[in-house]
């Protein structure tokens, strides 16, 4: 009997969208001062490595969750560097990001465990436990991780602050045409800097999730592509946190119904695409509607343009 | 600034020159960091890598998928597209020239070696024709496309290899080629092969087509300016497709030189990135057919070389793939400082 | 007590590499008063507004603002000191409302959170106060561009500016709507406000201004209370010579049909202005003038002839045959030709050299291409020609298109346009940006053209170039002729209403 909605399926979707929505988040951020981020893989990938080892060393996971957040801010950092002050292409950034990170995080734990393939096993980070008596919530929020928690808080507080500050407003207004907003005294380059690292945070907090939050190794390119599903998410659900959030969502329970729907005659590939094809359809019939910021992926030089 | 030709040369190379040593030079502060002698490390990646004949051939094995791969980005970065979809043109194209080149038995070598790579060409093709219409027809942007249709070739040929043409073993992998489908090595038992011949010959073609042609002229003109090229009667979409094609076509080739002349079988997963390290080789080899190919040379030198000083000194082989990241940050960075530098010499206008 | 002067400037330099932009401006402008600053194209007019408003520093000099010393480092400050800006190319955000671009980093109240209640009175107060309506809510890429410009005077107006800076801001406005915009500056001037007003229409500046500064070469060259000059004097400053622009044009009889137009209604494309139901003939030997407000399907035409953007309806027919969607490059090889409106965008590509630029559009003509490739020595031959033949001032043949001039680079467009003698050109905007030596130029050779029996189809904004130089002028409006007729038959008041849709009695014969 195949089941569509079970408490199975339910924490299993959690558990796969928690770090979808949160890279997904990142990428916002990046995208909403019009720098294009395809490097949120790697930044994940690298937040997921910080995760590991550094619980594993400080024995205690919210280190660890602290040190993927800055390891992504540190990468934002870059990415800022590069796209804003050297004002060179987003998507060759993303790309060395990518690099640097799979092959920096396998040069690590040859380094410090002499293994390719793995950390040692780490603390993880704590859930929610004994909430099954609760009504009707309980089954579903019982073991969920507080990381999930976390960032459906920064869902709401991102749209928030987006839609309802004035600081929301003027980000907004850099990505989507920085040179009015530079001539109204916004400090076109500090928001574009700033937001790129706090998304590229959330990126590495994402990854955090990876390696501590579901499982308690690190294990090598253990993103294996969630980075680019976040992105997918943000773009399916149009740039906002909450499109973002269900976006995730619905990618989420696709895979996670394939998972408890072993044994069935769809292969596991074939509804592994969905995510990526779902997203192109998307792209491809309400393209003109599912627009990104203006100046998305543009290089902002004033005086050239 | 009127410069004289061999000026004007060292002046283009001279940031990818400038992009490499910063690279080297971080990768040294590494290797101090870990306890190690850099410049050990460094010439033990160099003999690695040139120290014999051998060394040569497998330096070059490695280089090939690069030329191919930066020839394939090139082709469509110089019409304005970014084909980050590489990686799943390449999985096609290598999963359609394995099935040829086992479906079909007792036909000439050199038939079957070239119905093979067509077939690899045209996958490469078709997987390229879905960005470059959703482009064209919808302007949906390409990076996002190809991006996800690197996954959907990724599950795709996993499915044809685990359950449809699956040969058991240590690893997903399909059933063997027909031995008249190899592509010849060139130095045995080096895995260098014709498709390294094949990749030089198609550089100098695309070469000679992107700067001496019209037609050239015109893919050239739609990447810089397409407004430009519209009052100037070229149909900037229909270049489009045809450069995403051919840039998909040359991805397929390079799915193919691995899979017939390196595996002689489809290997699930096999590319260790090969479709992104060649965006890299191409910005190295400033997107100019000819340039990247002492670029793809020295990305497979840094491989090949870290393998061999991995096994001399205590760094791990990693190192090279870091010198290759970091060979990208500083290219843009090199960018910047061309840009600065040429605005000084020539002075802002107004 | 307020200063005297709202504005003093002096020595101000700012160089970029090279190029002296500012080499020495002086400027002193009096509190309440509307004070021009006028030089040609390149003179230093942005770089100077630029380093006031803080988007850049200057290199040396000083700025006194009502008596204080100032030095901006973000624009951020200068709009705090009550300085505003209205700047050539809008500085507006498309996806917002008309209502956020207006408090746009100027959002009322004291803690972190929007209040849209509250800016929505204020601004509304002001629109009324000066009678600039606005949909407060409307999304500012659905408004038109005229009322883009009225965002833009009323977020300064917002910000409570009281030294108001105007760039340009008539390009994109017809005769009376610029009558109307000269009312509201000169009520800010009741008000107390301090206006610069950056032009290079000399005749607006006598009609608003009380003082006139003139700048050259980046340097002022000096600056004259209105009473004391004239427009010739102006001129004059502003070249550093004499300026001849009475165009000896000879008489010509328009002879054979080149071009007839007749219902052509074209595609439309991303809400710009289609062509609707277009009619009018250009014979051999006459320049037709068209004149509108920007966007008013002037693109349509052109790109409907030169086959960029489908037909729908009519007919286009050059030397009797159709040429309906017929494609560029044929056209260019039949003899038609083009000089496009923007020069780095349509007409130039920034990243070529000037050979490879000298044969954009006839790339793939025989002259140049044998056996499939291109030959290299007949390129360089003729690209020689055109720089010999139309004095284009460049270091070689290798050298980058943006390292010529504006004015260069349009001779070498107008060079690669007419090397083949077309039978009918397409001038669109052919003076853009260039300063007057180079419009002189280009004037003279239009003009040749002309004698030598060519038909010119003149396309411009500058309504004195369209009215001196065409043998006929129509006038464009939605798409629509509103009428026409020769020059000399036409005011400056019937051609503003035509273009403002109205349509005058006795000016509709056929075009």
């Keep these: ?305 | ?350 | 007590m307020v200063h005297k002067e709202a504005l003093v400037i002096s020595g101000l330099k700012k160089y970029f590499g090279h190029v002296k932009a500012n080499d020495g401006i002086d400027l002193v402008v009096r509190t309440g008063t509307i004070h021009a600053i006028v030089g040609e194209n390149g003179a230093g007019k942005s770089t100077l507004m630029n380093s006031l408003f803080g988007l850049h520093q200057p290199d040396s000099g000083e700025i006194y603002l009502w008596g204080e010393k100032v030095l901006f480092s973000s624009p951020l400050q200068a709009l705090a000191h009550g300085i505003g800006m209205v700047h050539q190319h809008f500085m507006l955000v498309e996806a917002l409302s008309v209502l956020e671009n207006i408090i746009l980093g100027a959002e009322p109240g004291k803690g972190i959170l929007l209040n849209y209640k509250n800016s929505r009175k204020t601004v509304e107060e002001i629109c009324h106060k000066y009678g600039l309506e606005l949909d407060l809510d409307a999304l500012v890429e659905n408004v038109p561009v005229g009322i883009q410009q009225r965002i833009e005077i009323v977020k300064v107006l917002y910000r409570g500016a009281r030294l108001i800076i105007l760039d340009e801001p008539t390009a994109v406005l017809i005769p009376q709507e610029i009558d109307r915009m000269f009312e509201i500056l000169r009520e800010f001037k009741r008000d107390g406000c301090t206006v610069i007003f950056i032009t290079h229409k000399l005749h607006e500046v006598m009609a608003l201004a009380d003082d006139v500064t003139v700048i050259r070469d980046g340097r002022t060259v000096g600056h004259w209370p209105i009473s004391q000059v004239n427009e010739k004097i102006l001129a004059r400053q502003m070249v550093g010579r004499e300026v001849v622009l009475d165009l000896v044009k000879e008489e010509t009889k328009p002879s054979e049909l080149i071009l007839q137009v007749q219902g052509l209604q074209t595609e439309q494309v991303n809400g710009d202005q289609s062509a609707e139901d277009l009619s009018f003939n250009i014979r051999a030997g006459e320049i037709l003038g068209i004149v509108g407000v920007a966007g008013n399907g002037q693109d349509a035409l052109i790109e409907g002839i030169l086959g960029l953007r489908k037909v729908e309806k009519g007919e286009i027919l050059y030397l009797g045959e159709a040429i309906n969607g017929v494609n560029t490059s044929h056209l260019r090889q039949k003899g038609i030709s083009c000089i496009s409106a923007d020069r780095l965008k349509t007409g130039l590509v920034r990243e070529f050299s000037v050979r490879e630029n000298a044969i954009l559009g006839y790339q793939k003509s025989k002259e140049f291409v044998s056996k499939l490739l291109f030959h290299k020595k007949k390129i360089n031959h003729y690209a020689q020609q055109i720089i010999k033949e139309f004095q284009i001032k460049t270091p070689s043949l290798d050298a980058l298109i943006t390292q010529l001039s504006g004015g260069n680079q349009q001779k070498l467009i107008i060079g690669r346009e007419l090397h083949a003698n077309p039978k009918l050109i397409i001038a669109v905007q052919p003076t853009r940006g260039v300063d007057i030596g180079a419009i002189e130029f280009i004037y003279q050779v239009l003009l040749e053209c002309r004698r030598k029996n060519a038909a010119i189809l003149l396309i411009s904004n500058e309504l004195e170039e369209v009215l001196s130089l065409s043998d006929r002028v129509a006038v464009l409006y939605q798409g629509r002729f509103m009428g026409s007729n020769a020059p000399n038959r036409l005011t400056k008041e019937s051609i503003g209403l035509m273009m403002a849709g109205v349509r005058t009695e006795g000016e509709g014969e056929p075009v």
């Design chain 1, 1 to 305: 009997m195949i089941s569509f909605l079970s408490v199975s399926i339910i924490q299993a979707t959690v558990a796969i969208a928690t770090p979808l929505f949160i890279g997904a988040l990142g990428g916002l951020f990046n995208e909403r001062v019009g720098i294009v981020n395809v490097g949120l893989d790697g930044i994940m990938l690298s937040g997921a490595f910080a995760a590991a080892i550094t619980s594993y060393y400080t024995q205690s996971a919210w280190i660890g969750v602290l040190a993927a957040l800055m390891v992504g801010a540190l990468l934002g950092l870059l990415h800022a560097a590069i796209c804003v002050g050297l004002k060179a292409d987003h998507v060759v950034s993303g790309v060395a990001i990518n690099i640097l990170a799979s092959s920096l995080t396998v040069f690590l734990l040859q380094l410090l465990f002499n293994n390719k393939g793995q950390s040692p096993s780490a603390p993880k980070i704590g859930q929610i436990s004994n909430a099954g008596s609760i009504p009707i919530l309980g089954p579903i929020i019982n073991n969920m991780s507080y990381l999930t928690i976390i960032g459906l808080l920064l869902i709401l507080l991102s749209h928030f602050f987006l839609y309802h500050t004035k600081m929301g407003l003027r980000l907004r207004s850099v990505g989507e045409n920085p040179y009015a907003a530079q001539s109204l005294g916004i400090p076109v380059r500090k928001y574009m800097y700033l937001s790129v690292i706090v998304g590229c945070a959330l990126a590495g907090l994402a990854g955090s999730f990876l390696s501590i939050g579901i499982l308690n190794v690190f294990t090598k390119d253990m993103t294996a592509g969630r980075g680019y599903i976040a992105l997918a998410a943000m773009i399916f659900g149009r740039w906002t946190p909450f499109g973002s959030l269900g976006a995730s969502v619905f990618f989420g329970y696709v895979l996670a119904w394939q998972m408890n729907a072993q044994g069935l005659t769809i292969p596991a590939q074939i509804v592994e695409i969905i995510p990526y094809l779902a997203t192109l359809l998307v792209l491809a019939f309400v393209a003109k509607r599912a627009r990104g910021p203006a100046h998305d992926g543009k290089t902002f030089a004033p005086g050239e343009h």
């Design chain 2, 1 to 350: 600034m009127n410069m004289n030709p061999i000026k004007h040369f060292i002046w283009q190379i001279l940031p990818s020159i400038l992009a490499v040593l910063c690279a080297l030079l971080i990768g040294a502060v590494i290797i101090i960091a870990i306890g190690e002698n850099p410049l050990q490390a460094y010439t033990a990646m160099l003999q690695g890598a040139f120290g014999d004949t051998s060394s040569w051939a497998e330096t070059l094995q490695r280089a090939t998928p690069y030329i191919f791969g930066a020839l394939a980005f090139l082709v469509a970065a110089r019409s304005g597209l970014f084909n980050i979809g590489l990686e799943g043109q390449m999985y096609v194209g290598a999963i359609a020239a394995v099935i040829v080149g086992f479906s079909l038995h007792n036909l000439p070598s050199f038939l079957h070696i070239l119905l093979a790579l067509i077939a690899a060409a045209l996958a490469g093709y078709v997987w390229a024709i879905i960005p470059a219409l959703l482009k064209v027809k919808s302007g949906v942007h390409e990076v996002i496309s190809t991006i996800m249709l690197n996954y959907v070739a990724y599950a795709l040929t996993a499915y044809l290899t685990v359950h449809v043409y699956h040969e058991p073993g240590a690893v997903a992998q399909t059933y063997q080629v027909d031995p008249g489908a190899i592509l010849p090595a060139l130095m045995p038992p080096s895995k260098l092969n014709t498709g390294f011949i094949l990749a030089i010959i198609l550089a100098i073609a695309l070469y000679i087509f992107l700067f001496h042609t019209p037609w050239g002229y015109n893919l050239r003109v739609t990447g810089l300016n397409p407004g430009a090229g519209r009052y100037a009667g070229i149909k900037s979409k229909r270049i489009i497709l045809w450069a995403m094609l051919l840039s998909g076509a040359i991805g397929g080739l390079m799915g193919a030189e691995r899979s017939l002349g390196v595996y002689g079988r489809f290997i699930n997963s096999f590319s260790p990135g090969y479709g992104f390290t060649a965006i890299a080789v191409a910005l190295l080899g400033q997107n100019h057919p000819l340039g990247i190919i002492p670029a793809a040379i020295l990305f497979g030198a840094l491989e090949n070389g870290g393998s061999f000083m991995s096994l001399q000194v205590n760094v791990p082989r990693e190192l090279g793939l870091i010198l290759e990241a970091l060979i990208i940050v500083f290219i843009a960075a090199e960018h910047f400082f061309r840009v600065h530098l040429r605005s000084m010499m020539k002075g802002d206008k107004e």
